[in-house]
């Protein structure tokens, strides 16, 4: 069964800093992996998809990576803004979807 | 492109009742998904549809069902309300993959 870990639960930040959030999963069987950001009582909104024949991916500011072998997939956030603040959820596709608990992250101005 | 919408937005019911979402993909998507959101147990799965048939189901009992039609729009319903029914139930349509996910239904069930 596949399950999802992500640490921190919740991390504070001063804006402009350079973050990292972890996401780890069981099984390496994998078809892809997604990065999600959520604001309070929102949706999700996708933030990158990376594909299980992929190392990583990058849009803007965010770079996420992917290593099956080991079970990991970090994401990088360059520059924070106080706009990043949010809850990150990791997704990972095998058999079923299944997300992690998130990071609630806040960059203070 | 409009986004994945759901209706309604917000909700409530009472223990017993029974309540259908809706959800319309983005155009061109045939895959929908839904999931249940709560504090304790963050975002489970529910179920996956494809051109109509159900092709996942995750852990939850039979009082919940759905279904898709031919225009991908998809259906839930929950019978029988429980009190730890109340969560936020959130849409996603898929193409390639990648999961685009609408603002969700926030069901309270007193």
């Known amino acids: 069964k596949q399950e999802v870990t992500q640490i921190p639960a919740a991390l504070s930040v001063p804006e402009g800093e350079n973050l990292v959030l972890n996401c780890s999963f069981t099984?390496?069987?994998?078809?892809?992996l997604q990065w999600f950001r959520q604001d309070p009582g929102k949706g999700l909104t996708s933030l990158l998809l990376?594909?299980?024949?992929?190392r990583e991916q990058t849009s803007g500011r965010l770079n996420a990576s992917l290593d099956k072998s080991s079970g990991r997939s970090t994401l990088y956030i360059a520059a924070s803004q106080p706009g990043d603040s949010a809850t990150y959820l990791c997704?990972?596709?095998?058999?079923?979807?299944?997300f992690g608990k998130g990071t609630k992250l806040t960059v203070n101005p | 492109k409009a986004g994945v919408t759901q209706t309604p937005r917000y909700l409530i019911k009472t223990r017993g009742q029974q309540v259908t979402l809706s959800c319309s993909p983005i155009?061109?998507?045939?895959?929908v998904s839904w999931y249940q959101q709560t504090p304790g147990q963050g975002l489970q799965f529910l179920f996956e549809y494809f051109s109509e048939t159900q092709r996942n189901k995750g852990n939850f009992p039979g009082r919940f069902s759905g279904r898709q039609f031919s225009n991908s729009r998809s259906e839930m319903n929950v019978s029988t309300l429980e009190l730890g029914d109340s969560a936020l139930y959130l849409c996603?349509?898929?193409?390639?993959?990648?999961?685009?996910f609408g603002e969700g239904s926030r069901l309270t069930v007193l």
């Open positions: 997704a990972v596709q095998s058999e079923k979807l299944v």
């Open positions: 990376i594909q299980s024949s992929q």
């Open positions: 155009s061109g998507h045939r895959s």
């Open positions: 099984d390496s069987a994998i078809y892809n």
């Open positions: 996603a349509s898929s193409f390639s993959g990648e999961l685009f």
